[in-house]
């Protein structure tokens, strides 16, 4: 058994802090506003993100990250990509100097577009890097939190520590694939966010399987681009943090980022879905990073360009079609 620390109290965070207390682990749950952990440790269940689901009595909740951290073991990390950055900056200061780290966020810094693990790098020093994985795939925190079968993958650099993640997460019903892909495993959990608002908008539009089909297809193909542009396998992205997220978010019920484009497919402004949301869709901050970054590297990214524009340039979803479909024909 072992300390944890999950640093972040959304559905994903309350998930895995789940699913580590149940394995036995004395967990600590920071949340960023006191109160819900205030509520958190009341109530027994997180009613504000994860509404329902009974934690268990090896979990606690606290709204101090010196707390929170104190004797870790391992700390994850699982806030939204906006608030990464500053929140390892402050938790840096906690985190006991042996402690494994592995990030749960999916995104692409906006401005720096750096990856989750660049961030990381640049906050907690190059040092630091042995101790750090990511781990991402196909994985609703709803469905995890009910024990459904589910898997994902663990990516680092060090084999002997990302392996000591894999088996800390792992379970019967949560089962993880350990990688030294780090930006493949990351560039693929960003991105296919923006591709799930683009399938979101497709069904919103009232199309049907063939385009959704096509979307995860192409998708995949410049997803593919961009990570190899980084310097990623791309058999990586025909993997749990590709392929597999990419069929989870561009059809499942449950996604954020699938809604957010349902929503716009049937015509309602950005700011108004968003602001019902309730949760972060990680899809609409990305898609300018990605928008950028794909400039940057000079890599063809029909699809999420579109997804920006609609997001970033009020550009009507109609348009974006007829825009993708009459593009140059090209060989696939
Ligand atoms: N929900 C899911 O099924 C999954 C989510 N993820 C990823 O996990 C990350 C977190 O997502 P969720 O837990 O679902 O989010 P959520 O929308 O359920 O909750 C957001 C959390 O972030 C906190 N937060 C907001 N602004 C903050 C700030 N400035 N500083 C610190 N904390 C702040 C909120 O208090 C809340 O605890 C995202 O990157 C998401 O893509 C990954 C896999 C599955
Ligand atoms: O990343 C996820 C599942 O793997 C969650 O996707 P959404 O943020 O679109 O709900």
């Avoid at 509404?51 to 951290?69: C, F, M, N």
């Avoid at 994850?76 to 494994?100: K, M, N, Q, Y």
């Avoid at 029909?302 to 340039?313: A, D, H, S």
Wanted: proline share 4%; with cysteine; net charge neutral.
């Amino acid at each position: 058994m072992a300390n944890v620390a999950v640093i972040g109290a959304g559905a994903w965070g309350t998930a895995l802090a789940k699913l580590l207390a149940d394995k036995g682990n004395p967990t600590a749950l920071w949340a960023h506003h006191g109160e819900l952990a205030e509520r958190i440790g009341r109530e027994r269940q997180n009613d504000r993100y994860l509404p329902g689901v009974e934690l268990p009595a090896s979990l606690r909740a606290t709204g101090d990250l010196e707390d929170a951290l104190r004797g870790a073991e391992l700390a994850v990390v699982v806030v939204p990509s906006h608030a990464l950055r500053e929140v390892v900056r402050e938790a840096g200061r906690h985190i006991p100097r042996d402690a494994l780290v592995c990030s749960a966020t999916k995104g692409i810094e906006n401005d720096s577009l750096m990856l989750m693990s660049e961030v990381l790098v640049d906050e907690l020093g190059r040092e630091a890097e042995p101790r750090l994985s990511y781990l991402s795939g196909p994985s609703f925190a709803r469905e995890v939190a009910a024990g459904q079968p589910t898997t994902v993958v663990v990516a680092g650099r060090s084999e002997r520590e990302t392996h000591a993640v894999q088996r800390m997460f792992a379970t019967d019903r949560f089962r993880v694939y350990s990688s030294d892909d780090v930006v493949g495993v990351e560039v693929g959990g960003a991105l296919k966010n923006v591709i799930a608002i683009a399938a979101g908008i497709c069904d919103g539009l009232g199309f049907g399987h063939n385009a959704r089909a096509g979307l995860i297809t192409r998708g995949l193909a410049e997803i593919g681009r961009v990570a190899a542009a980084k310097g990623a396998n791309p058999l990586t992205l025909a993997g749990l943090s590709g392929m597999g997220d990419l069929v989870l978010t561009c059809t499942g019920e449950l996604s954020r980022n699938r809604t957010v484009g349902i929503e716009m497919g049937r015509g309602r402004k950005l700011d108004e879905i968003l602001a019902g949301l309730g949760h972060v869709a990680e899809g609409v901050k990305t898609a300018k990073s990605a928008h950028d970054l794909a400039d940057k590297l000079g890599v063809s990214a029909p699809i999420t360009i579109e997804v920006y524009r609609m997001l970033y340039e009020g550009k009507p979803p109609q348009q974006a079609v007829v825009d993708l479909m009459t593009r140059a024909l090209t060989r696939e």
